[in-house]
């Protein structure tokens, strides 16, 4: 055994006080090492004293026959010179970064196997985690209090007594004193912090080898895995003894699942129900799997949603990790253990971190100082140390060995008991949609997922069909009263639907949707014609239905005239040639009686300036005296420079051709075609189509634009928009997220349904009709992307409402973007019956409006539908009263949870069901007959 005058480390610091905690990297390995390395029991034996650490002023005086470790940070202030004086006299290890290679194998040399040995190793262990405790103890004590009562005396003789032991092999000798050790080091850390924090060892699963799971399992803390069903469907898949393993750590409670989803959407682009059913199938998945499934809510994927909170209470989750696992795309709490309310008052116990990663040896490093800050200002702590699979920096070892003798960092705990243990104060913290502001067309772009902009399309394209097939399915039933004998596969081509927003392949996903969808409608419209009673033989007589949750303008022809039919939301109305041409509006002008006139396009509401040299929208006024511009629109190709400049770079305009046409006397259309210029360089060629019709205040556009150059990766930067202007700087802005208006303070942006501007007491509406990602370039104006890196989509449609209180028009529709896509089923050449029915019907009558329908399906007993499970969000943020009525009469109704669980009974009067509902709220109702 060799001899040591002293085992010494330099540091940059003058006192445990200023301590260097923000190294990273190599720096904070490097620190750890060499204090942590001089614990080695031989050393501690040889040199009769525990470590040291000297300011490195003090690196001139007399270090002969010490062992010396220098820092990597330290090295960089030492000079050549210094250093080579100390190697004179002393052994001195420059730089380490691991004990094992750095240290311990050049000092120990031929001894050094030995200590590899069990039962050894594990004592050499405890030794190392000694120091490492040591260390984060007096950053605790010391660095944020000022002050140690801890007795230094009796930790140096017990130190000493167990290193002689070992060296001694005396293994259970050495235990005791180290045990003793310990224990005095967690007195002094109860002197200051008398809390035990919470520790979750939180692995992110993802489909890796059956190696490191493996690993992973054979840690002795108590673990919380993080990972969606299909990940771990993949992961366990061909592995039966691992899955075994899995069943029964979480039946023994040493291991718990957290996660939820089936796969992890896009949580602002997809709808609400869409996460229903992906959360709902996501614990289907994990029971069938591994017999258990997740009460922790999580996702590793950013971002999470402001209404997350009564989604999860709802499905019966605990709580929820609420861990910013991209810092710049989530909020952070008040505090680590805090609880989450969503807008309308939902709470649900929840961690927010801090979020540390075990596999950087900075996280260590500061471990005593994050959990002291935590206690003096919450009083408590909650620390998250998240890592892939059995993926540990080795400084964790240390605390895992340390927390053997004595919970001196704190507990590991499941995620679910530490939620069972948390008081809640009566109140939450909510946060509103702005703050989550994950950046998914950034993220696409990166990993080369083609059309990045018109997945989102197609999938709510998709989405209102298969919602409204869903619900036409469900009407039928109701009106014949036995269920359907071969139901369409609705939950099969949900699955499908969401694999349009997240693969590759999604073009052969959505024809083949399409596909299904035309052949189901045509099968439900025969027997939804059927059941209404209306059947005729007039030719061209129709009976047409509409599938979205808002009244719907259909063209059609009556008195052989073209005309726009009103139909009612989940409704029907009959249609015949025979019928009176629909009246115009009330509130039309005497301007407005010409569609087109002097290259301007007409309407009741409205005259819409078309620019004759640019084929752009000049500018949209009302027919009133001194009427101010409401909006300007136009296509251009965007470059921001890459220095952060506020001033974009935009292309213009040049029409080649300006065409007006009258369709017919309801509808008129401005179509231009040209280049998009910039300099002298033509970039692209648009074709646009702005179309204007009497009776609706809505301006639709149809627009083809075919770039002559590839655009650069750079999506936000390097794009094809369409371009809207409005006059005011002070106009207030809303989004739609989930199909819910939330307020939009951001520059980007995600909506993939209407945006709002509201100028005094003008409205305007932009429906986006699935194109999600928009910028605002200045404080009046905005860019909707249409073409980025990766996009193929050429043609896109959307539309704008000019609306306003005077005329009587709804402000804010949230479901507008489904209005084109939701289908018209039609059946004609029918013979007449001779019973009364309705020429026009609603099924499902829900008032107020902005209570929208999601889903509806039969309630049965035996062979007969008795009720209706209803589905039903508030979108505008509002409260009230709410009356629900279905085609039969109700006589008894209940609210359930999203599991179907019974809550509270509702009232019934008039045959209808009667409630209160809350701003942004989801309701789950039982109506029985």
Not at 342 to 371: H, M, N, W, Y
Not at 526 to 544: C, F, H, K, N
Not at 569 to 594: I, M, N, Q
Request: proline share 5%; glycine share 6%; hydrophobic share 40%.
């Amino acid at each position: 055994m060799r001899t040591f005058t002293s085992l010494t480390t330099f540091w940059t610091c003058h006192s445990w006080e200023d301590f260097p905690t923000h190294f990273t990297g190599d720096d904070a390995a490097s620190l750890l090492v060499a204090w942590t390395s001089l614990w080695h029991p031989e050393f501690l034996a040889g040199a009769q004293k525990i470590p040291e650490w000297r300011r490195i002023e003090t690196v001139d005086e007399d270090f002969s026959g010490a062992l010396i470790t220098l820092a990597i940070p330290t090295r960089r202030r030492v000079s050549d010179e210094e250093v080579a004086k100390l190697k004179s006299t002393a052994i001195v290890i420059e730089g380490p970064v691991e004990r094992e290679r750095d240290v311990l194998a050049p000092v120990l040399g031929s001894r050094h196997p030995h200590w590899c040995e069990q039962p050894w190793e594990q004592v050499v262990k405890s030794f190392f985690a000694l120091g490492y405790t040591w260390m984060q103890i007096q950053l605790m004590t010391r660095q944020l209090r000022y002050s140690s009562t801890l007795d230094s005396e009796r930790l140096t003789e017990l130190a000493i007594e167990g290193a002689q032991a070992a060296v001694a092999s005396k293994a259970d000798e050495a235990n005791d004193r180290l045990q003793a050790a310990f224990d005095l080091l967690l007195e002094e850390r109860n002197r200051y912090y008398p809390v035990t924090a919470n520790l979750l060892d939180l692995t992110l699963v993802f489909p890796v080898g059956i190696s490191e799971l493996s690993k992973q399992l054979s840690r002795s803390v108590r673990q919380n895995w993080l990972g969606s069903a299909t990940t771990f469907s993949q992961s366990l898949a061909g592995h039966p003894e691992l899955t075994s393993h899995v069943r029964g750590m979480i039946h023994e409670r040493k291991l718990e699942l957290a996660g939820g989803h089936d796969q992890e959407l896009p949580l602002q682009l997809v709808s609400q129900l869409t996460l229903i059913k992906d959360l709902t199938k996501g614990k289907n998945v994990y029971q069938e799997n591994l017999g258990s499934a997740p009460v922790t809510y999580a996702r590793r994927l950013p971002s999470l949603a402001a209404g997350m909170p009564q989604m999860l209470e709802r499905l019966g989750f605990k709580g929820a990790l609420h861990l910013p696992f991209a810092a710049e795309s989530h909020p952070y709490a008040s505090a680590p253990l805090f609880s989450w309310q969503s807008p309308e008052g939902t709470q649900i116990p929840s961690i927010s971190g801090p979020l540390l990663d075990a596999s950087r040896p900075e996280t260590f490093l500061k471990l005593g100082v994050v959990i002291g800050e935590q206690v003096d200002s919450y009083h408590s702590a909650t620390v998250v140390l998240a890592h892939w699979p059995a993926q540990y920096h080795w400084a964790a070892e240390d605390m895992f060995v340390a927390n053997q003798y004595g919970e001196i960092f704190g507990r590991f705990r499941l995620a679910s008991e530490v939620f069972d243990a948390y008081y809640n104060p009566g109140y939450g913290e909510s946060f509103e949609e702005d703050d989550y502001r994950w950046d998914y067309l950034a993220e696409w772009v990166q990993e080369k997922r083609l059309n990045p902009i018109s997945r989102v399309v197609d999938y709510w394209r998709l989405y209102a069909r298969w919602r409204a097939l869903g619900i036409w399915t469900t009407l039928i039933e109701v009106l014949q009263g036995t269920p359907l004998p071969a139901r369409p596969d609705f939950t099969g081509w949900h699955k499908e639907l969401c694999a349009i927003m997240m693969d590759n392949d999604q073009q052969l996903k959505f024809d083949g949707l399409q596909s299904s969808f035309d052949q189901c409608e045509g099968r439900l419209a025969s027997q939804l014609v059927e059941l209404t009673g209306y059947q005729t033989s007039e030719p061209g007589d129709q009976v047409v239905f509409n599938g979205s949750p808002a009244a719907t303008a259909v063209p059609v022809a009556v008195s052989e005239k073209p005309a726009l039919i009103t139909i009612p939301a989940w409704g029907y109305a009959v249609v015949s040639k025979t019928d009176p041409v629909p009246s115009a509006s009330k509130s039309r002008s005497t301007s407005a009686s010409r569609m087109i006139e002097d290259g301007s396009l007409q309407n009741d509401f409205f005259r819409v300036d078309i620019d004759q040299t640019s084929g752009a929208i000049r500018g949209v006024k009302r027919f009133k005296p001194r009427a101010k511009n409401l909006l300007s629109q136009q296509l251009a190709w965007c470059q921001w420079a890459k220095s952060g400049s506020l001033e974009p770079n935009y292309s213009k305009m040049v029409a080649k051709e300006v065409e007006f046409k009258a369709l017919d006397q309801q509808t008129a259309v401005a179509e231009s075609s040209g280049d998009l210029v910039f300099g002298e360089d033509s970039l692209a060629r648009y074709r646009q189509f702005v179309t204007v019709r009497r009776g609706f205040p809505d301006i639709h556009f149809a627009v083809d634009i075919e770039p002559l150059d590839a655009t650069r990766t750079d999506a936000w930067n390097n794009y094809f928009c369409v371009r809207w202007a409005w006059a005011s700087e002070a106009a207030s802005r809303w989004r739609t997220v989930g199909g819910q208006r939330h307020p939009c303070r951001l520059e980007r942006f995600s909506s993939p349904g209407p945006i709002l501007i509201e100028i005094e007491d003008e409205t305007i509406l932009f429906n986006p009709q699935g194109l999600a990602f928009h910028r605002q370039s200045s404080l009046r104006t905005l860019d909707t992307l249409l073409i980025t890196s990766g996009e193929r989509q050429r043609h896109f449609e959307f539309c704008v409402r000019i609306a306003s209180d005077e005329l009587g028009q709804r402000p804010y529709l949230p479901d507008d973007a489904n209005l084109v896509f939701a289908p018209a089923m039609t059946k004609e050449n029918r013979t007449r019956s001779s019973q009364i029915v309705p020429r026009q019907a609603q099924f499902f009558q829900i008032h107020p409006a902005s209570i929208e329908l999601l889903e509806a399906t039969s309630v049965v007993e035996g062979d007969r539908v008795v009720g209706v499970h209803l589905l039903i969000a508030e979108t505008l943020n509002q409260n009230g009263n709410y009356r629900i009525g279905v085609p039969r009469m109700v006589s008894r109704a209940q609210a359930v949870d999203l599991q179907g669980q019974f809550l509270y009974d509702l009232e019934v009067r008039d045959g209808e069901a009667r409630g209160v509902f809350h701003g942004h709220q989801i309701l789950a109702l039982k109506l029985f007959w």
